[in-house]
């Protein structure tokens, strides 16, 4: 029973995880028109109410089985009581009248015995054939005519056998019959997907071109063996497989535990590039990132910078070199180096003068006098000059613009 809840379990996964992926498809389609992918979940789907219907009535099929096999013990058991009660009277009457036949009703009688036995019940044999030995030595001693009782041959009714078409052995059970008629038992069906966990040719198991359905691994599999099965069908029908980079590792990345071009694997938990599939290198620039290199070929023509944390891509428009990201980081917009650990100047003259005109047009009236403006624009560019947290506070924020697409997140 712990093995058919863990079949249960192991649908309701698969259920649910074709929902994740149907939902993450809806709208990404023209309306009215199907998809490989919903033809493909639509397929799992019955594979997985077929299987589910077939565990059900396996489930019912050993109930039943077990409720007639106890109640048949039972009824077998007042037969028993009943048959030896009145084999006893025919016995008793023979005796009495001098007759020879108890011994033929004893080996009669004999015969259904072994007949109605359970064969793995071995005390019930010792009993009964205890108890009709003892009678039929009676019997004899008080017949005196010599018969003895003649060896009786076991009538066991036999079930129909046929042939797997795999090993050619005789078996009861078929295991899976597939559109080609050809037949195989338990043993042979289990190796068929054992042998797909270990070799990608022999993925998916099939008989004459035809597929084995899925979920047939859920009537022949232990609860490893389905999950390393699991695991092998997505490694064997992944289009562009991602495996650990960790030499001692080296582990499938499913699809699903691929984000923003890295690979999570699921044992080691250590990050995979996807592009030149080598340990996640964070802050360095990937030699095989063609879209970056375009991008920061495109930075060094309009003279965008990144800043050194993050890697963000950061565009200055107005204001002084010194830059404060969006992380926290501050640099130096000419160097790219940590604020305040070069020589750079402070301002660029075009845009100093431009954060001075902007500060004269804030102060100064349009209609001014010439000399009121050149005077307020003189005493705006040296309090720039001269104090820097004032300049950077009266214009930080406009100061510059991201480029997300120069960033490496």
Not at 113 to 136: F, K, N, Q, Y
Not at 174 to 182: A, D, L, V
Not at 233 to 262: G, M, N, V
Request: glycine share 4%; aromatic share 6%.
């Amino acid at each position: 029973m712990e093995q058919d809840q863990n079949k249960r379990m192991i649908l309701q996964l698969l259920s649910g995880d074709l929902d994740d992926l149907e939902n993450r498809q809806k709208g990404k389609q023209a309306a009215g028109k199907g998809t490989d992918l919903e033809l493909a979940i639509a397929c799992l789907r019955e594979d997985i109410r077929t299987t589910q219907i077939s565990i059900d009535d396996e489930i019912l099929a050993i109930s039943t089985s077990t409720a007639i096999a106890t109640d048949q013990k039972i009824l077998a058991s007042f037969q028993h009581e009943e048959r030896l009660a009145n084999q006893d009277h025919q016995i008793a009457l023979a005796l009495r009248n001098g007759t020879s036949t108890s011994n033929d009703i004893l080996n009669s009688s004999l015969v259904n015995e072994i007949t109605l036995l359970d064969d793995d019940d071995d005390d019930a044999v010792s009993i009964v054939m205890g108890d009709l030995m003892s009678r039929m030595a009676l019997s004899d001693n008080a017949s005196n005519n010599g018969e003895g009782s003649s060896r009786i041959p076991s009538s066991r009714t036999n079930s129909i056998m046929r042939e797997c078409a795999s090993c050619f052995s005789k078996v009861d059970t078929i295991m899976y019959k597939g559109p080609c008629n050809h037949e195989f038992c338990r043993a042979c069906t289990r190796q068929m997907f054992l042998g797909a966990i270990k070799d990608e040719e022999l993925y998916p198991p099939r008989c004459c071109g035809n597929v084995v359905q899925p979920g047939i691994a859920l009537r022949v599999l232990n609860y490893e063996e389905l999950k390393d099965f699991s695991e092998r069908a997505l490694e064997w029908t992944a289009k562009d497989r991602l495996y650990c980079a960790e030499p001692t590792c080296s582990k499938f990345i499913p699809p699903f535990a691929i984000q923003h071009d890295h690979g999570t694997c699921p044992e080691c938990r250590q990050q995979t590039h996807v592009l030149c599939r080598s340990l996640a290198h964070p802050r360095v620039d990937c030699p095989l990132d063609e879209p970056l290199h375009s991008v920061l070929e495109m930075a060094d023509a309009e003279n965008w910078k990144r800043c050194f944390n993050c890697q963000t891509m950061v565009e200055l428009h107005i204001g002084c070199n010194h830059m404060t990201c969006r992380c926290g980081s501050e640099f130096c917009y000419v160097c790219g180096l940590v604020w305040k650990t070069c020589d750079c100047p402070l301002w660029h003259e075009n845009r100093l003068e431009e954060v001075a005109n902007q500060a004269v047009d804030e102060e100064v009236p349009a209609n001014a006098n010439i000399h009121v403006r050149q005077d307020a624009f003189n005493r705006i560019v040296e309090d720039l000059l001269q104090h820097e947290d004032d300049g950077c506070q009266h214009h930080r924020n406009s100061q510059w613009v991201y480029r997300e697409k120069g960033s490496l997140q």
